[in-house]
């Protein structure tokens, strides 16, 4: 199964449309390393242990990045 990589822009009251970042990534422990290192790219980021999704600060706003199977 593929899967793809969504990053969502949290700033704008509640968030915008999650948007497609990279698709059919075949392994999900590859996909989840990109979007680990994506995330720790930058200064302020964290992983939301209740959601297990990952977070980082850009431009004065917080996004979000996942992993998500495609099908």
């Known amino acids: 199964m593929a899967h793809s990589i969504f990053i969502r822009d949290l ?3 509640g968030g915008r449309r999650p948007q497609l970042l990279a698709c ?3 392994s999900r ?3 989840e390393t990109l979007v680990r290192n994506i995330a720790t ?3 302020d ?3 939301n242990p209740a959601t297990a999704v990952y977070w980082f600060c ?3 706003s917080v996004h979000e990045i996942y992993v998500w199977p495609d099908g």
């Open 11 to 13: 700033g704008n009251f």
């Open 24 to 26: 059919d990534i075949f």
């Open 58 to 60: 850009y431009n004065g």
């Open 45 to 47: 980021h964290g992983l």
């Open 41 to 43: 790219a930058y200064r």
């Open 29 to 31: 422990t590859e996909a």
